[in-house]
């Protein structure tokens, strides 16, 4: 993999980690128990993509 490419994995992978610590924060944050399951579903989400491109490393 070149430099080039590993720089954008490391990039998506720094938006992916800030993206679930935020849905993190919403999903203690919010009162509404749907609005707050919804947040750690995309969370899991956030998760998942940032697994995906750490192991493409």
């Known amino acids: 993999m070149s430099p ?3 720089s954008y994995i490391d990039d ?4 992916e980690s800030f ?3 935020q849905c993190q924060e919403a ?4 009162q509404d128990p749907e609005l707050s399951a ?5 969370e899991e989400k ?3 993509l940032f697994d ?3 192991h493409l490393t």
Do not use: D, P, V
Request: cysteine-free; aromatic content about 12%.
């Open 4 to 6: 080039k490419e590993l």
């Open 12 to 15: 998506a992978l720094g938006h």
């Open 19 to 21: 993206l679930k610590t």
């Open 27 to 30: 999903a203690r944050n919010l």
């Open 38 to 42: 919804f947040s750690r579903q995309i």
């Open 46 to 48: 956030h998760k998942q």
């Open 52 to 54: 995906n491109f750490y």
